[in-house]
């Protein structure tokens, strides 16, 4: 069973910086694409940015340059390092692996954390 913990949302000033953390639990991180997503109040949830288990990286237009995701195989870790956020930042920032098993797709979230940009 994969579970995900992540941690390091808060509140933060426009401009300021925040890293998010996800553990994964489980032996399938190694060959997962790991992925942020995010859901603010009323909109749907979207992809802010992801990671194959090669390194390549995909992220939401409006993050680019301000959002970095990494991880850290020997950890089970991804992280997010959002810089100069902005106030429609502010949403329920959720980690999510994806695995394929064969032929069969399989998936697993986090709880979630709130970041909240506000002056």
């Known amino acids: 069973q994969v579970q995900l913990v992540e941690s390091g949302g808060g509140l933060v000033q426009p401009g300021g910086s925040l890293r998010l953390s996800c553990a994964a639990s489980?032996?399938?991180?190694?060959?997962?694409?790991m992925g942020w997503y995010r859901q603010a109040p009323g909109k749907e949830r979207e992809l802010v940015a992801a990671?194959?288990?090669?390194?390549?990286?995909n992220y939401l237009d409006s993050v680019k340059g301000r959002f970095a995701i990494s991880r850290d195989n020997t950890k089970n870790t991804v992280y997010l390092q959002m810089n100069s956020l902005k106030p429609e930042d502010t949403a329920v920032y959720y980690c999510?692996?994806?695995?394929?098993?064969?032929?069969?797709?399989?998936?697993?979230w986090g709880q979630g954390t709130q970041v909240t940009v506000s002056s």
């Open positions: 489980g032996n399938i991180f190694s060959f997962a694409t």
């Open positions: 999510n692996a994806r695995w394929v098993v064969i032929v069969s797709e399989y998936d697993a």
């Open positions: 990671i194959t288990n090669g390194g390549r990286t």
